[in-house]
């Protein structure tokens, strides 16, 4: 605790006058582009790898960065996605699956979870994923847990989808869904490319929307 407490002081006393103009527009109102979706690790810092200030992220955390489908008895998730859209309309959603992710290596590897009975019931919701993975082959444990993490972040866009809120935003064009992995050791995403249906480089599956950006900084 001690850490936390020295952190915030920090904080206060270093960080918080640097932004004191941002908190002042933010002390009443916040506009989030995107809502985004990961795991509850410890190594994966949301605002850290996008490099976004406070007010820009709409986060949701949880083990193995699920999305439970929609169901009559809609839970914690199911609130908070349909806050992030129908609400504050974010634009964008990105479900970030990560590397070496306990829940995925959990399942991956199969191991027996009678002794975590909640953690047991909330990794069924990647159960589409872990079924399509063990009728693959892989070359190793490393492979197979990496397919692993990569299906769940596919399952859990199909998952979103079933979401109302989701759907309608879709239909009005307004709403642009991301499927991401991020590799804790060598500090890269993968996306996943929905023509080519499989992950690609971050330069590559937004190539174009990089190429505007540079012209765009060009020109100005
Ligand atoms: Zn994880």
Same mark, same amino acid.
């Given at each position: 605790m001690k850490n936390l407490i020295e952190g915030f002081l920090k904080f206060q006393n270093e960080a918080f006058p640097q932004r004191t103009e941002l908190f002042k527009h933010l002390a009443t109102t916040q506009q989030p582009g995107t809502l985004f979706i990961t795991c509850?690790?410890?190594?994966?810092v949301p605002e850290l790898l996008t490099q976004q200030e406070p007010g820009e992220l709409f986060v949701i955390r949880n083990a193995g960065n699920i999305v439970p489908s929609y169901? *009559?008895? *809609?839970g914690g998730v199911s609130a908070t996605v349909e806050y992030a859209v129908?609400?504050?309309?974010?634009t964008d959603i990105v479900i970030c699956g990560h590397s070496d992710c306990g829940a995925m290596t959990a399942i991956a590897q199969c191991k027996c979870m009678d002794h975590l009975p909640a953690v047991s019931g909330w990794l069924q919701h990647a159960e589409s994923a872990k079924v399509v993975n063990e009728a693959r082959p892989h070359a190793n444990d490393a492979a197979k847990l990496s397919a692993m993490v990569r299906e769940n972040v596919i399952a859990q866009l199909a998952n979103i989808q079933t979401h109302p809120s989701v759907r309608l935003a879709q239909e009005k064009g307004l709403l642009n869904l991301h499927g991401w992995v991020y590799d804790i050791e060598h500090g890269t995403v993968a996306a996943y490319d929905d023509t080519q249906r499989e992950f690609v480089s971050i330069e590559e599956r937004y190539a174009a929307l990089i190429d505007a950006s540079a012209k765009a900084a060009a020109t100005a």
């Open positions: 509850s690790d410890s190594r994966v169901s *009559p008895h *809609p129908a609400v504050l309309g974010v």
